[in-house]
């Protein structure tokens, strides 16, 4: 199944080599000047030298082959040497018709299919989720989506921080309250209690409590470190501890990813792989990978043509404690062992670019994973209104949960003003407002491209109109009342012609899809996703504006569009599953 743009650069490149030049000259694309044409090639512009004569002329010559081409309708040279083309109806109509059969609606998978392991929203064990979170789910949950339709193999993996310093604090800090648990006694050789000590309410409180202190005052913290080392060695009560506080934190997280919509494969995180580190560390040795300095051991990661310097990576600390990019070789081993991945793709803030770049480095040289077979996707800030990072009103980060709860009041109050879903049973409207609450955050987010920093609007973003996630979500509810009524009426889809300017509109818009999802496949970004479904749902209400669907009298014409407007549908709420919407049946 070739696309309409494929269809025709073949003509055209074939046109272009019976005059003895390239064929990949008669690449068309999509006009920039829709009103001229809609499809344009500029290859005569590049022929020009390499056929030693003026482009208009190379232009010229290749109309002259193109002549009584049966896909061509109009063919014009424009100002120096551009080719407007301009197909026949029945190429729209062929490709629609296509696309209708097609299950995935137009779109191709990859040709050699990859493992691809993605880790992205990374929350931390008992601190709470922060927009920077949300970011990364929102926008992981959209690659795993994508990468899995176009048939790799993905599994994804939240990897919870909940390894570092963060559990010491936590383990102190829980101490000073309740030093009689039996977790805390060296001496205890017990069974631990199979119920938590702790809520994740006692968590979020116990964390900033902590922070706060440790922050003002040095002794609490080197207490804080040392119970880390203790932990990390194996402090039998410690460790117990540590399973409850991420069981308490994986079930409240749970909740949060599961409103949102969010799904992992694996729920590991960086206490997973401990036990590796040991003969990570000494094979590294071995390798003379790892080298001694100041008492620590470091990966040298620094190239010459490095345009900044980048510092060596800690493997292990002068106080012989595992950091962050320990724990994250570690983890690439072990993803490795259980899974092989030809790619893993850290969907993780910019901010942490240098780590990253440390970690890749120091991966490639111990030969843990192939150059190139890891990646950094990277992504911006999400922003207030004063244009720094987004906090609470109150100063604090914003949590994911609040963010979520109130994204679905305004989602319901939005709703009721546009004077939507009132005929709906109370649980259908909640289930509606949360699919509006979730569209608006996702859309809001998706569509920037990644490293951009947005601002945050959740009133601009929840808007029925515009380039928003809840406009869309109308448009789908807008194309499933008609295909309702037509059932109702017992009207059936046919086969698709195309005789309006609107309707061969529509057709290149869905002929548009796979080179959407190509770029956002390739360059790791929904964006793609969100430009391509806002421009289809324009195109199918200017459709749907000029052509008449059910009141059309011609059967043949009726038929057409009704089967039009389904394939339009498909493609749009696949689309949207993909940067992880639902669209409502009603609304
Ligand atoms: N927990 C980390 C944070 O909150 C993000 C983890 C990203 N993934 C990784 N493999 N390091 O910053």
Same mark, same amino acid.
């Given at each position: 199944? *070739?696309?309409?743009?494929?269809?025709?650069?073949?003509?055209?490149?074939?046109?272009?080599?019976?005059?003895?030049?390239?064929?990949?000259?008669? %690449?068309?694309?999509?006009?920039?000047?829709?009103?001229?044409?809609?499809?344009?090639?500029?290859?005569?512009?590049?022929?020009?030298?390499? @056929?030693?004569?003026?482009?208009?002329?190379?232009?010229?010559?290749?109309?002259?082959? +193109?002549?009584?081409?049966?896909?061509?309708?109009?063919?014009?040279? @424009?100002?120096?040497?551009?080719?407007?083309?301009?197909?026949?109806?029945?190429?729209?109509?062929?490709?629609?018709?296509?696309?209708?059969?097609? /299950?995935?609606?137009?779109?191709?998978?990859?040709?050699?299919?990859? *493992?691809?392991?993605?880790?992205?929203?990374?929350?931390?064990?008992?601190?709470?989720?922060?927009?920077?979170?949300?970011?990364? !789910?929102?926008?992981?949950?959209?690659?795993?989506r994508l990468f899995r339709f176009r048939g790799d193999t993905v599994v994804s993996d939240i990897h919870l921080g909940d390894w570092g310093y963060q559990m010491g604090l936590l383990i102190t800090?829980?101490?000073?309250?309740?030093?009689?648990?039996?977790?805390?006694? &060296?001496?205890?050789?017990?069974?631990?209690?199979?119920?938590?000590?702790?809520?994740?309410?006692?968590?979020? %409180?116990?964390?900033?409590?902590?922070?706060?202190?440790?922050?003002?005052?040095?002794?609490?913290?080197?207490?804080?470190?040392?119970?880390?080392?203790?932990?990390?060695?194996?402090?039998?009560?410690?460790?117990?501890?540590?399973?409850?506080?991420?069981?308490?934190?994986?079930?409240? +997280?749970?909740?949060?990813? /599961?409103?949102?919509?969010?799904?992992?494969?694996?729920?590991? =995180?960086? !206490?997973?792989?401990?036990?590796?580190?040991?003969?990570?560390?000494?094979?590294?040795? @071995?390798?003379?990978?790892?080298?001694?300095?100041?008492?620590?051991?470091?990966?040298?990661?620094a190239r010459e043509d490095d345009k900044k310097e980048l510092a060596p990576l800690i493997l292990v600390s002068s106080q012989g404690s595992a950091l962050y990019g320990t724990t994250d070789l570690?983890?690439?081993?072990?993803?490795? *062992?259980?899974?092989?991945?030809?790619?893993?793709?850290?969907?993780?803030?910019?901010?942490? !670019? /240098?780590?990253?770049?440390?970690?890749?480095?120091?991966?490639?040289? @111990?030969?843990?994973?192939?150059? =190139?077979?890891?990646?950094?996707?990277?992504?911006?800030?999400?922003? =207030?209104? /004063?244009?720094?990072?987004?906090?609470?009103?109150?100063?604090?980060?914003?949590?994911?949960?609040?963010?979520?709860?109130?994204?679905?009041?305004?989602?319901? !109050?939005?709703?009721?003003?546009?004077?939507?879903?009132?005929?709906?049973?109370?649980?259908?409207?909640?289930?509606?407002?949360?699919?509006?609450?979730?569209? &608006?955050?996702?859309?809001?987010?998706?569509?920037?491209?990644?490293?951009?920093?947005?601002?945050?609007?959740?009133?601009?973003?929840?808007?029925?109109?515009?380039? *928003?996630?809840?406009?869309?979500?109308?448009?789908?509810?807008?194309?499933?009342?008609i295909m309702r009524k037509a059932a109702a009426e017992g009207l059936d889809p046919g086969p698709i012609s195309v005789g309006t300017n609107e309707e061969a509109a529509l057709v290149r818009r869905?002929?548009?899809?796979?080179?959407?999802?190509?770029?956002?496949?390739?360059?790791?970004?929904?964006?793609?996703?969100?430009?391509?479904?806002?421009? +289809?749902?324009?195109?199918?209400?200017?459709?749907?504006?000029?052509?008449?669907?059910?009141?059309?009298?011609?059967?043949?014409?009726?038929?057409?569009?009704?089967? +039009?407007?389904?394939?339009?549908?498909?493609?749009?709420?696949?689309?949207?599953?993909?940067?992880?919407?639902?669209?409502?049946?009603?609304?």
């Amino acid at each position: 199944m *070739t696309s309409i743009v494929e269809q025709l650069s073949a003509r055209v490149g074939a046109a272009f080599a019976a005059i003895d030049l390239p064929a990949d000259l008669g %690449r068309c694309v999509e006009s920039d000047r829709p009103d001229l044409s809609p499809y344009q090639c500029n290859g005569a512009m590049a022929a020009a030298k390499l @056929a030693k004569k003026a482009p208009r002329a190379v232009a010229e010559d290749v109309v002259a082959k +193109l002549t009584g081409d049966a896909l061509i309708e109009k063919l014009e040279i @424009a100002g120096p040497g551009f080719l407007n083309i301009t197909p026949v109806n029945a190429v729209y109509a062929h490709r629609a018709n296509d696309i209708a059969e097609d /299950d995935q609606a137009g779109a191709r998978k990859v040709e050699h299919p990859r *493992t691809v392991m993605i880790d992205f929203g990374g929350p931390n064990v008992a601190k709470p989720m922060h927009v920077g979170h949300l970011r990364s !789910s929102v926008l992981g949950d959209s690659l795993q989506r994508l990468f899995r339709f176009r048939g790799d193999t993905v599994v994804s993996d939240i990897h919870l921080g909940d390894w570092g310093y963060q559990m010491g604090l936590l383990i102190t800090e829980l101490e000073s309250e309740q030093p009689d648990l039996a977790y805390f006694d &060296a001496e205890y050789s017990g069974e631990y209690p199979a119920d938590a000590p702790v809520t994740i309410q006692d968590l979020s %409180r116990l964390y900033p409590q902590a922070a706060a202190a440790a922050k003002e005052d040095e002794a609490r913290a080197a207490v804080a470190r040392k119970a880390t080392a203790e932990l990390q060695a194996g402090r039998r009560g410690y460790r117990a501890l540590l399973a409850h506080f991420i069981s308490v934190s994986i079930a409240a +997280l749970k909740q949060d990813f /599961d409103a949102l919509g969010v799904h992992f494969d694996l729920w590991k =995180g960086e !206490s997973d792989v401990n036990d590796l580190i040991p003969a990570l560390v000494e094979d590294f040795k @071995a390798r003379g990978v790892a080298e001694k300095s100041d008492g620590a051991w470091v990966v040298r990661v620094a190239r010459e043509d490095d345009k900044k310097e980048l510092a060596p990576l800690i493997l292990v600390s002068s106080q012989g404690s595992a950091l962050y990019g320990t724990t994250d070789l570690a983890t690439i081993q072990d993803r490795k *062992t259980g899974y092989n991945p030809d790619l893993i793709l850290y969907v993780v803030d910019l901010g942490q !670019s /240098d780590h990253f770049e440390q970690v890749y480095r120091a991966a490639y040289k @111990a030969g843990l994973a192939p150059e =190139g077979a890891l990646e950094h996707v990277k992504f911006g800030t999400v922003n =207030g209104t /004063d244009g720094k990072r987004l906090r609470t009103r109150a100063g604090g980060t914003f949590r994911l949960a609040d963010l979520i709860g109130e994204a679905f009041d305004r989602a319901k !109050s939005r709703l009721n003003e546009a004077g939507l879903g009132a005929e709906l049973s109370p649980e259908d409207f909640e289930s509606v407002a949360r699919m509006v609450a979730n569209a &608006a955050i996702k859309f809001a987010d998706l569509q920037n491209y990644r490293t951009t920093n947005y601002i945050f609007e959740l009133d601009r973003f929840i808007s029925f109109e515009g380039k *928003t996630g809840p406009y869309l979500l109308y448009q789908a509810v807008r194309v499933k009342s008609i295909m309702r009524k037509a059932a109702a009426e017992g009207l059936d889809p046919g086969p698709i012609s195309v005789g309006t300017n609107e309707e061969a509109a529509l057709v290149r818009r869905l002929d548009g899809f796979d080179s959407a999802l190509q770029r956002a496949y390739e360059l790791r970004a929904p964006n793609h996703l969100c430009d391509h479904v806002y421009l +289809l749902a324009q195109a199918f209400s200017s459709f749907y504006a000029a052509c008449p669907i059910l009141p059309e009298k011609d059967e043949a014409i009726r038929r057409s569009r009704l089967a +039009l407007a389904e394939t339009t549908l498909k493609q749009l709420e696949l689309t949207l599953s993909l940067i992880g919407l639902d669209a409502p049946e009603k609304m």
